[in-house]
């Protein structure tokens, strides 16, 4: 079983105590008896789904087993293997045998009565919303306290999600802390079931629908969200709602800028303009700096203050974002959740596993006290922990294949930019560029989706302990190679195809003479076909999938004589697509944010192609959730993890990257330097830049004044119980004599 070290050694586990009523409860429709189960007297047959007495809102978790006949053996033997490790725990777990209509599914509805929970969570020492009219849960706080019975009228009632959560502590937590020992996700992989999904509550779910899909530009139903879906989705949609609000601001003051330059524009004489005909010119010769002076001055006048703009705004927008993840954590009661974040099962079933003494300190990392003397290890109770001592060894193992998947996207990038180039296709240059830049967007999606499978595998072999860390390790691989790949050909544009420098006996220029302008243009392209492809691959592929999967079964119903209003609850939501997470939503918007940043200079309306997708975004990942998805696991997040160290990355390398593009690119900005005293201007702008940020930085703090007082007041009253109750108590005395003193007055 999983080496884990129970949370109560001491304690001698049982069954928890069934009432008649209770025992009969459990036993529905297509569930076998204990006793028949504790002898091996498992018997899985599927019968039809009923709507009269069965409801589907009352099951967490379904598990889906393949019911051809080549399969139905395989299924029976995994299946009642399954009914019986249910019996394992202290916590009985009902469930029903559901026949697909078309017969090539059974569906396993877990499930437990509301009672059966609340014991559980007491059993299993669980944090449950208090009621909506307790004291720490006043001005809409969601707080939590460790659930007891004694004290059951304090906490809110079972919400889906609440259910959802105590059921999957029961499935993954260990035999010796009393749960089943079950990794869903393991045995998945190992294709004992063909998927498994929690179960949406329709009723629930009309309600947040309601509110969500409701036209606004900045507004979201966060607490609600966070109600049904978690914390995890709800931190995801207040980043996007906040991101997509800033963007707004850089928008405008982009297209006042684009206006600017253009009423500039109409001012140029045409003989001052850039005129191809005059010159007999192509990249077997270096390109003539009095061409390259014909470039449009107040382009790059324009984009000199945008770029200041820009790098303002995303210190601000930084800071602001840390304030407002503060506000949600406190109100959504998660500032701690990575302290109290159970292990993931998949940790527990690696061989290579030891058990050490010592504990895990915040951030994942385990403190190892071997050393120590057993008699005060005793003394401090220290435990043996499991530990993977490989984490390190697996991650070096896996730099090789991403340096060369490095090499390949650049070599790639490099070969479309000199296509692009070709003589073969010079005469047609009206279309090269635009050819060369989709094709450029093509690769890159390509080298994406390649990638990502790569990283995954990776991260799965380093075996994290919790998903926090799982997550903080996938994002560093995952981002590390989407900045190469997705900005690589923009850089070579900028310092080394703008250099006049000769490779491959081609000197490195771009089309007239302008890399200013090429560079906008290569922008704004990829830039679009990378948000049409994710709108298409984030909604419209698992849209078009559940239809068709919907219709194939329609079909098959048809054929037999029955109507689509046949399908049952659970073949409904099992024929749509699995929700992938809120991990390529992140990825997709810093992907953006790259764009939006990095080369803003060269084109100023980036950021408003950025707000118009998120604003469709917003909307398109809320009818995902909603329609097009099941039911996504819960996951808590008190924050957006290493993607915040990406955003600080992601603006300190902007604000270098537009003042090089001044320096080096816009070479009509500061006329014809040397190459050191650019270097010198480079350093000089940069640091002065980075001087306002840091100022900016200092003068904001990150978590609010009001979230700092809340969060110090829950932890005294949690470390001072008894101070509390005896101040309590001298209240209460006080009152009594004052009342008493009045009386005999």
């Known amino acids: 079983g999983p080496l884990i070290a129970p949370r109560h050694p001491n304690r001698k586990l049982k069954p928890l105590a069934m009432s008649e009523e209770l025992e009969a409860q459990l036993l529905t429709n297509g569930s076998n008896s204990p006793a028949d189960i504790e002898v091996g007297m498992v018997d899985f047959k599927p019968r039809t789904w009923n709507d009269e007495t069965d409801d589907f809102n009352t099951c967490q978790y379904v598990i889906v087993y393949p019911w051809l006949e080549k399969d139905r053996a395989t299924s029976t033997e995994f299946g009642c293997d399954f009914v019986r490790r249910l019996s394992r725990g202290v916590v009985p777990i009902n469930y029903k045998i559901i026949m697909s209509y078309d017969e090539d599914e059974v569906f396993l509805c877990l499930s437990c009565p509301d009672e059966v929970l609340w014991r559980a969570a007491e059993h299993f020492e669980l944090e449950m919303p208090l009621h909506g009219d307790h004291e720490h849960t006043k001005g809409g706080l969601m707080a939590r306290e460790v659930y007891t019975d004694d004290c059951k009228s304090r906490f809110a009632p079972l919400s889906s999600l609440s259910k959802i959560k105590v059921m999957q502590t029961i499935l993954e937590s260990d035999a010796e802390e009393g749960g089943i020992g079950m990794d869903l996700h393991n045995s998945f992989q190992r294709k004992e079931f063909a998927s498994y999904f929690t179960v949406h509550n329709e009723e629930e779910k009309a309600k947040l629908k309601k509110k969500w899909i409701r036209f606004q530009f900045f507004s979201a139903p966060l607490d609600e969200i966070a109600y049904y879906y978690g914390e995890g989705v709800a931190m995801y949609f207040t980043f996007l709602q906040r991101y997509t609000m800033w963007l707004g601001f850089a928008s405008l003051v982009g297209v006042i800028l684009s206006i600017a330059l253009a009423v500039l524009n109409t001012s140029v004489s045409p003989d001052d303009a850039w ?68 292990p993931r099962p998949e940790f527990f079933v690696n061989a290579e596993l030891q058990r050490k003494p010592g504990f895990y300190a915040p951030g994942d990392y385990f403190i190892d006290l071997e050393d120590w003397p057993k008699e005060r290890r005793e003394e401090f109770h220290v435990q043996d922990e499991p530990v993977f001592t490989s984490q390190k060894t697996r991650t070096a193992q896996g730099l090789p294949l991403i340096t ?15 296509f692009k180039k070709s003589k073969a296709i010079a005469h047609s240059s009206t279309f090269t560029s635009p050819i060369g830049s989709c094709l450029n967007a093509i690769f890159i999606i390509i080298m994406n989706g390649i990638y990502s499978r790569v990283a995954e595998f990776l991260t799965n072999r380093e075996n994290h302990r919790t998903d926090t860390s799982y997550d903080d390790s996938l994002i560093v691989k995952t981002f590390c190679f989407q900045f190469v790949n997705s900005y690589v050909s923009l850089f070579w544009i900028a310092y080394i195809q703008g250099s006049n420098a000769q490779i491959f006996g081609a000197y490195q220029t771009c089309n007239e003479c302008n890399c200013w302008h ?24 698992p849209y078009i999938l559940g239809l068709y999967k919907l219709y194939a079964e329609n079909k098959n119903l048809q054929k037999s004589g029955e109507g689509a209003t046949n399908i049952s609850p659970p073949n409904q939501q099992s024929k749509k697509a699995p929700y992938p997470g809120v991990f390529s939503d992140y990825l997709e918007m810093f992907i953006q944010y790259g764009y939006v940043t990095l080369f803003v ?11 118009c997708n998120n604003v469709i975004e917003a909307k398109t990942d809320a009818l995902k959730l909603l329609s097009a998805t099941r039911r996504p696991e819960y996951k808590g997040a008190e924050d957006i993890g290493s993607w915040q160290l990406v955003l600080d990355t992601m603006s300190a390398a902007a604000t270098v990257n537009n003042v090089a593009l001044l320096v080096f690119v816009a070479r009509n900005l500061l006329g014809d330097y040397t190459f050191s005293t650019k270097v010198l ?40 119980p008894q101070r509390i109750a005896n101040a309590q108590k001298r209240g209460e005395r006080a009152r009594a004599s004052s009342t008493s003193q009045r009386g005999n007055a």
Not at 289 to 296: L, N, T
Not at 601 to 611: D, I, R
Not at 688 to 697: E, M, P, Q, R, S
Request: aromatic share 14%; glycine share 8%.
């Open 681 to 720: 201007i480079l350093v000089g702008v940069e640091h002065l830049v980075f001087g306002l940020k840091f100022i900016i930085a200092g003068i904001i703090p990150d978590v609010p004044g009001e979230v700092v007082r809340g969060e110090a007041l829950k932890t005294y009253i949690k470390e001072h």
């Open 275 to 342: 005129n191809a005909t005059k010159y007999d010119w192509d990249d077997s010769q270096p390109c003539p700096y009095e061409i390259s002076e014909k470039s449009s001055k107040n382009d790059q006048e324009v984009g000199a203050v945008f770029a200041i703009f820009i790098a303002l705004w995303s210190t601000l927008f930084s800071e602001f974002w840390k304030r407002r993840q503060a506000e949600v954590a406190y109100r959504w009661d998660v500032m701690d959740f990575e302290e109290t974040e159970r």
């Open 518 to 541: 090429y560079l906008g243009s290569q922008l704004a392209f990829v830039f679009i076909i990378q948000i049409a492809w994710g709108q298409f691959q984030e909604v419209g592929i």
């Open 601 to 611: 200079a060269a084109y100023p309306l980036t950021p408003l192609m950025a707000f």
């Open 404 to 418: 060369i998947l490095l090499g390949i996207v650049v070599v790639g990038t490099v070969g479309i930019l000199f």
